[in-house]
């Protein structure tokens, strides 16, 4: 068990910074909103992330990867969450290929990992459905057995960067009611093939999502991802493996928010004096810094698990969801207050934090969800 | 490491043939007594009415496990590092209770180990060891607390005595200690900081007098002493006078760790969950029964979780050499008002039957509990206030201006 980062994972972790301090600050952000940018993030930058391995960290070495673990890679989503970086490691790596990784065939994960591993190969996971708030396994999105493979239909929402992606990856139910754990499979899918639309959905955090819409699209057998019926339980996994990768970069946007706040109260005066000397702020202040270090324990706490194969992996994940949600919430709301008027206005910064942090609690189970999760698991 | 492992051994056997039966935890969760029961706190006026206690406080003595990492000239032990880890992870496996606990081994000894006169050492931390001697702490006055540096016990230099007069408050266990460690101002003209001495006086000194103080929770661990024309010999001050400012500080981080410290150590099955159990039930899904109560037991679970955690990440830093990150800033905020959420859930948990104070009705526990939520409001008072440690972090950590 380790919670403090060994020198490899330091020099790892310094070099992420670098990287994202001199290639990604928030304005780049700005200007992929303000230049209406299709993908909202950009491809060259990711070619450059794919050339320091980052695409890599958690692909096994037989696949092109570099077989490393996710405290390595909490190192760079941390980092990326402390300037907001937009490029899809969530929805490419975390979503995408863990989901190949953890539920696909010898041959699916030889074809698609080394291409993502390399950066060549966008992907998204298509599993959500309206209505079915944090549930996972809720899906009413119908595949139906046919003589030379399976024909799909139904609507997926909130697609995350689905309008980017090359191939997507689109959970159907075979059989079962629409809460069922059971019956659930995965296919692969080209956003290209006939009967596939897709719609842009641009999110408060001037990121990327898609509406993929389904009318009886044919899909060979070979698409089917691992077993069938079975993706329930693959899905749950990959969901809590994104879930402490989006709590590693909710600790940077913290950490990013913060640092921006904290900056203000020094040198912002009133009355005559710096903001920051008064106590009511000072102690609202030390509140988020309190938070921000429970955060980081618990998200060491929950990746460390991963890495260890510890049977207290998802109980961990649910303390650092719930845990991140709440903290981020905390720093964002705080942030925009402490800023006062400036922070009300779209030319500072600190909305673009405020609005990520609520699109990272409200993505994977918000703090009473995880609460809620947490209590079932230890049997309460 | 052979040596190291011949060490856990003979540590493991001897333990397990020395230990008496009832100075080991009871291996059924829920049955230990309070901490207090069955500990030997030492000194001069300790009764010992089960007489394993003090079997068991001499045994350890005598090999000098009472204080482990202290020089042997001193009482202790002389054990390295890697060995009193040993002892302890060996004692907690035998479920063994320590043998000797007090302000004598957390705080005072500590202090003089650093910075007491050789002397000082020799008589005092032989008599702590063998737990001769219980210690009380004189910092806070009347009008003296969360600002504690503008304490006004004036001690003036009389030939080779220095006169005491003034009056402590929230002395732990004043009236069962031998001796007190105290802050006196022996320069009124300076810098507030830099006129207070630290000393140490013996409680049978004529001109000392104690009164116990009744708590919300109705115990009495504190009390009033008051100070009158005390003489203290000159040789009893520790870290030079005037210089008491720095032993105060130094002494409030022994005591700032302690009590976090002993937050983390109870590693027990979830307390709440056993008591909602019993008095709130569970629905046809096997979840407890009151929605609000099971969200707000897990959130405290969670937190609890998030705290062991940052203990973990600072010890392991520590471990591998490096400073007290700024985590480390927060434990004595963070566990004490944790503390005080939990005794304050557990009373709606018990609902109405935690409305007991004494008589028919209530059982041992329903009125611990009880009991238990008044005494954990002074937790962020004690050792330094919730807002004062806010302030300190303000400051030391996030650098906000004065």
């Given at each position: 068990m ?13 070099t ?26 950009s ?28 405290l390595d ?10 300037n907001?970086v937009?490029?899809?490691?969530i ?10 990784l953890l539920?696909?065939?010898e ?9 993502v ?5 966008l992907?998204?996971?298509a599993?959500h459905?309206?209505?079915a708030r ?17 024909t799909l239909?139904?609507e ?18 075979e059989?079962g009611?629409?809460?069922d754990r ?29 509406v993929?819409?389904l ?8 698409a ?7 993706a ?12 402490a990768?989006?709590c590693a970069e909710?600790l940077?946007?913290m950490q ?15 009355f005559?004096?710096?903001i ?14 309190v ?31 719930a ?10 709301h ?12 779209d030319?500072?910064d600190?909305?673009f934090?405020?609005?990520?942090a ?23 | 490491?052979g ?7 003979e ?24 901490l ?10 300790a009764?010992?009415?089960?007489p394993?206690?003090?079997q068991?406080?001499?045994l350890?003595?005598e ?16 054990l390295s ?23 004598g ?7 003089l ?5 050789e002397?000082q ?12 001697i ?10 003296a ?17 220095w ?11 004043a009236?069962?200690s ?18 207070i ?8 000194s ?9 708590l ?26 005037n210089?008491?400012w720095t032993?105060?500080?130094a ?9 976090s410290?002993?937050?983390?150590e ?23 029964a ?8 897990a ?16 010890k392991?830093a ?5 400073q ?30 935690a409305?007991?104070?004494e008589g ?25 206030t ?13 650098g906000?201006?004065?």
């Amino acid at each position: 068990m380790a919670l403090v980062l060994n020198e490899d994972q330091q020099l790892f972790k310094n070099t992420a910074a670098d990287f994202v301090k001199r290639e990604s600050p928030v304005s780049r952000l700005r200007r992929l909103r303000d230049s209406g940018d299709q993908d909202g993030f950009s491809r060259e930058l990711w070619g450059r992330m794919a050339e320091l391995g980052w695409q890599s960290i958690i692909i096994p070495e037989a696949y092109g990867g570099l077989g490393m673990g996710y405290l390595d890679l909490a190192c760079v989503l941390e980092e990326c969450g402390r300037n907001l970086v937009p490029e899809p490691l969530i929805s490419t790596l975390l979503l995408g290929a863990n989901a190949v990784l953890l539920g696909g065939s010898e041959e699916q994960k030889s074809e698609i990992l080394p291409r993502v591993a390399e950066g060549s190969m966008l992907l998204a996971l298509a599993y959500h459905e309206r209505g079915a708030r944090y549930d996972c396994c809720r899906c009413e999105t119908r595949a139906e057995r046919g003589e030379n493979g399976y024909t799909l239909q139904g609507e997926k929402v909130l697609v995350f960067d689905g309008m980017a992606a090359d191939k997507l990856l689109v959970s159907a139910r075979e059989s079962g009611a629409a809460n069922d754990r059971n019956g659930i499979s995965l296919f692969l899918l080209d956003p290209n093939a006939a009967g596939v639309e897709l719609s842009a959905q641009s999110t408060v955090d001037t990121r990327k999502a898609a509406v993929l819409r389904l009318s009886g699209v044919e899909v060979p057998a070979a698409a089917l991802l691992g077993s069938s019926g079975e993706a329930g339980t693959v899905l749950s996994e990959v969901i809590d493996r994104a879930t402490a990768g989006l709590c590693a970069e909710m600790l940077g946007s913290m950490q990013g928010a913060s640092a921006m706040t904290l900056d203000y109260l020094k040198t912002r005066e009133q009355f005559g004096v710096k903001i920051g000397s008064f106590q009511a702020l000072k102690h609202r202040a030390v509140q988020m810094f309190v938070e921000l270090e429970l955060s980081r324990s618990a998200v060491l706490g929950a990746c460390d698990a991963i890495d260890q194969g510890s049977e207290k992996t998802a109980e961990l994940i649910s303390v650092a969801k719930a845990r991140c949600s709440d903290a981020a919430v905390l720093i964002a709301h705080e942030g925009i207050q402490m800023h006062g008027g400036i922070g009300m206005t779209d030319e500072h910064d600190i909305g673009f934090y405020a609005k990520r942090a609520r699109a990272c609690e409200l993505t994977f189970g918000d703090a009473a969800y995880h609460r809620d999760r947490y209590a079932r698991l230890q049997g309460f | 490491m052979g040596e190291l492992e011949e060490f856990r051994k003979e540590t493991e056997a001897w333990l397990d043939a020395n230990c008496p039966p009832s100075m080991r935890w009871s291996e059924t969760p829920g049955t230990n007594p309070a901490l207090n029961d069955d500990l030997a706190w030492g000194g001069r006026k300790a009764t010992y009415p089960n007489p394993e206690v003090k079997q068991w406080l001499d045994l350890m003595a005598e090999k000098g496990w009472t204080a482990p990492t202290w020089p042997q000239a001193y009482g202790g032990g002389g054990l390295s590092k890697a060995e009193a880890k040993i002892l302890s992870e060996e004692m907690r496996r035998l479920r063994i209770k320590p043998p000797l606990v007090g302000f004598g081994l957390t705080m005072i000894g500590p202090l003089l180990l650093e910075y007491g006169s050789e002397e000082q050492k020799l008589r005092f931390l032989n008599e702590v060891c063998r737990g001769e001697i219980r210690w009380c702490q004189g910092y806070s006055e009347p009008d003296a607390g969360s600002d504690l540096a503008s304490l006004r016990t004036r001690a003036i230099l009389d030939g080779d005595e220095w006169v005491v007069n003034g009056q402590k408050v929230w002395t732990s266990y004043a009236d069962l200690s031998d001796w007190m460690f105290c802050l006196v101002r022996t320069d009124p003209d300076v810098r507030k900081q830099e006129g207070i001495t630290f000393l140490l006086f013996d409680m049978e000194s004529p001109g000392v007098s104690v009164k116990p103080i009744e708590l919300i929770s109705g115990y009495s661990p504190f009390c009033e002493t008051f100070l009158e024309d005390v003489r203290v010999p000159k040789d009893q001050v520790v870290g030079g006078v005037n210089n008491g400012w720095t032993m105060a500080k130094a002494l409030l981080g022994h005591e700032r760790s302690m009590i976090s410290e002993a937050f983390h150590e109870r590693e027990e099955s979830n307390q709440l969950v056993d008591l909602a159990d019993k008095y709130i039930g569970r629905d046809v899904h096997g979840r407890l029964a009151d929605a609000t109560i099971r969200d707000r037991i897990a959130q405290l679970t969670m937190n609890k979780a998030c705290l062991d955690l940052t203990l973990r990440r600072s010890k392991e830093a520590a471990k591998q050499g490096q400073q007290p990150g700024p985590e480390s800033s927060i434990f004595k905020y963070y566990a004490t008002e944790l503390n005080k959420d939990r005794t304050a859930l557990a009373l709606n948990v018990l609902g109405p039957q935690a409305l007991g104070w004494e008589g028919d009705g209530f059982d041992a526990a329903e009125l611990q509990a009880t009991r238990s939520w008044l005494r954990a409001r002074g937790n962020s008072i004690e050792g330094g206030t919730s807002e004062v440690q806010l302030n300190i972090i303000a400051k030391r950590v996030l650098g906000l201006p004065d």
